[in-house]
């Protein structure tokens, strides 16, 4: 079993900048790819960025520019840098491993959740 514990959500001002941060703990042995996602309310959970162990990174074309997306394999842990935010950019950020290995199981693991909010 593996466990995602995010943070560094909060309330920001238009233009402002924020970090989130995802440790994964547990028996792990590699996780393939940790990525952000996030979900405004009424709409559909849609991916932020994602980056793969070999440190390849994938981004939404809406945060291109403004967010990084980073990585410590020693820690299982994954960031996020999010920069010049927009009201849009409100939402419940969610933390995901994808394809974690550990000692018997190939499995996808998601976060609690982070609450984002962009407002002056």
């Known amino acids: 079993q593996v466990q995602l514990v995010e943070s560094g959500g909060g309330l920001v001002q238009p233009g402002g900048s924020l970090r989130l941060s995802c440790a994964a703990s547990?028996?792990?042995?590699?996780?393939?790819?940790m990525g952000w996602y996030r979900q405004a309310p009424g709409k559909q959970r849609e991916l932020v960025a994602t980056?793969?162990?070999?440190?390849?990174?994938n981004y939404a074309d809406s945060v291109k520019g403004r967010f990084t997306i980073s990585r410590d394999n020693a820690k299982n842990t994954v960031y996020l840098q999010m920069n010049s935010l927009k009201p849009e950019d409100t939402a419940v950020y969610y933390c995901?491993?994808?394809?974690?290995?550990?000692?018997?199981?190939?499995?996808?693991?998601w976060g609690q959740g982070t609450q984002v909010t962009v407002s002056s």
């Open positions: 980056i793969a162990l070999g440190k390849r990174t």
């Open positions: 547990g028996s792990i042995v590699s996780i393939y790819a």
């Open positions: 995901n491993a994808d394809r974690a290995r550990t000692l018997g199981s190939v499995n996808d693991y």
